[in-house]
């Protein structure tokens, strides 16, 4: 088998654009990556997906994905992002952090595990597409062919800490209906003072149950729109609230709760962003805490959203550098990371 090295590869996946839904570029360099290794995979849209050269439909199977797609670069980079620099221990780059580090990371530890007999369980490597966007012909449509799993690792930057629980997404449009009349006279009923009263309980209410790990659930109105003229009393009023959601409560349970609060009409976007958490006494979870990695909360969405089963996110790089100018990860930590993977896996039993 050829040797594989990630930093190298993470320099290849720089230099060919790999934004959301545009990401077959990136696809083909791992085709090509596994082609040379003769490993079977398989290729779902713009995702793709192997297993290990041993697998057993017998033994518990681990997921270890991450993403290739990348948002675009903003207008504060003073380097060519598409191009990979490297200054001392630095790698410069789009997506060199998120979640390229990570990615490649994960790549090197399937293939150190890929000719193992003796593990007691399967791993499954799953690269996605549209994690940026939450897209669906991502993880959540190639989930749909792969073998069941009992869990998931999920490549993000995380500075190989645990994130052992992730806060949930869902947008709500609410619709608060009056009585249209002439703001001279004493007619009409105005939905914007309807609307008020429900903003104003977004704005103060908390949920009784809070995470141990994420804290409370948030809520923040983000858009209001109302009115077509100065003297005309408004019938309707929208806004939309951004529910950043706990695993103290399902998305439906949260919806329930809004719902019997508020008097607007409250339609969700969608459900399908749900938060996650894993138990502290998971082996994994134990086992990582014996490595001495530290565990916490995490406030900002992945695509463990759309993973079904238990899971547990952890990768090299920063998140605070993700989505930033001259995006950068240090060599080191990406090297680190391989080695904590490895050692989280090594002789793990679910």
């Not at 989505?323 to 793990?348: F, K």
Request: aromatic fraction near 10%; charge should be negative; include cysteine.
């Amino acid at each position: 088998m050829i040797e594989f090295s990630p930093v190298a590869f993470l320099q290849k996946l720089i230099s060919t654009p790999s934004f959301s839904r545009e990401e077959d570029g990136v696809c083909q360099l791992f085709i090509n990556l596994f082609e040379e290794k003769n490993i079977p995979f398989e290729r779902v849209k713009n995702n793709l997906w192997t297993k290990n050269k041993f697998f057993d439909p017998q033994k518990p199977s681990i997921l270890l994905n991450s993403h290739y797609d990348t948002v675009k670069p903003n207008a504060g980079y003073t380097k060519n992002p598409f191009e990979p620099e490297i200054h001392g221990d630095i790698l410069y780059g789009l997506g060199s952090n998120d979640a390229g580090g990570p990615l490649v990371s994960l790549a090197a530890t399937f293939f150190h595990f890929y000719h193992r007999e003796d593990l007691a369980y399967n791993l499954i490597f799953a690269i996605s597409a549209e994690e940026e966007i939450s897209g669906k012909d991502g993880i959540e449509y190639l989930l749909k062919y792969l073998p069941p799993c009992e869990l998931a690792i999920i490549g993000e930057p995380t500075l190989m800490q645990m994130a052992i629980a992730e806060k949930g997404l869902m947008v709500l449009d609410c619709k608060a209906t009056g009585k249209a009349g002439h703001a001279a006279r004493e007619e009409g009923i105005n939905a914007i003072y309807k609307a008020l009263e429900d903003v104003q309980w977004f704005k103060d209410f908390e949920f009784p149950k809070l995470s141990e790990t994420l804290g409370k659930v948030k809520m923040s109105v983000t858009q209001i729109q109302a009115g077509t003229q100065h003297n005309v009393v408004p019938d309707v009023c929208t806004f939309v609230v951004d529910v950043r959601a706990t695993d103290a409560y399902s998305l439906e349970e949260t919806l329930d709760i809004i719902k019997q609060n508020v008097r607007s009409e409250v339609t969700p976007r969608s459900i399908r962003l749900q938060p996650s958490g894993i138990p502290l006494d998971h082996p994994i979870v134990k086992k990582g805490i014996a490595l001495g990695l530290g565990t916490y909360g995490s406030p900002t969405l992945s695509d463990q959203a759309l993973i079904p089963f238990t899971s547990i996110k952890i990768g090299p790089g920063d998140s605070a550098r993700s989505h930033t100018a001259d995006e950068y990860i240090h060599i080191s930590e990406i090297l680190e990371g391989v080695r904590i993977y490895i050692e989280l896996l090594e002789g793990l039993r679910l």
